[in-house]
């Protein structure tokens, strides 16, 4: 028996925690990822919602005997649509669906282009989870557009 030389698996005492440790902090950033990207989707598609609830109140301004009515229709038989009034109505209706108690900082912006009102709504998201050196908060955003058609 030779005494100084220890047995071979004794030199590989403690990997199995490496590796058990590797894999648990891998296991973490992909639960990471996955919460948060399903708290940014979630986000959007409600974001969605409201940017087309809110371009249908914009572009249905006028149906109620708003300022939208200025040009009669275009050559596609839209209404020609007034951008003062059809922000007006975006943001009453922003209001009345409490859009701003829901989503704080909420931020939108109203356009006319080619008779379609256009509304783009962004609001911060607070990230579920964050990793080491990621952005604690991101900013979701998405657009709506309606138009009045009578052609």
């Known amino acids: 028996m030779r005494r100084g030389r220890r047995p071979r698996w004794r030199d590989q005492r403690g990997q199995t925690t490496v590796l058990i440790v590797g894999f648990a902090g891998v296991l973490f950033l992909l639960v990471a990822v996955v919460v948060d990207a399903s708290a940014a989707y979630l986000q959007r598609q409600g ?14 301004a006028g149906a109620t005997g708003g300022e939208v009515y200025t040009g009669g229709l275009d050559a596609g038989g839209r ?16 209001g009345s ?22 509304v783009r709504i962004a609001a911060p998201l ?13 900013e979701v955003a998405a657009t709506g557009t309606a138009a009045l058609q009578l052609g």
């Open 47 to 60: 974001l969605a919602t409201i940017a087309d609830g809110a371009a249908l109140a914009g572009a249905d």
């Open 79 to 94: 209404v020609e649509q007034s951008e003062r009034a059809a922000a007006a109505a975006v943001d009453a209706y922003l």
């Open 126 to 138: 607070d990230l579920p989870l964050t990793l080491p050196g990621g952005p604690g908060e991101a």
């Open 97 to 118: 669906i409490d859009a701003y108690g829901r989503y704080p900082g909420l931020a939108y912006e109203t356009r006319v282009v080619d008779g379609s009102v256009e």
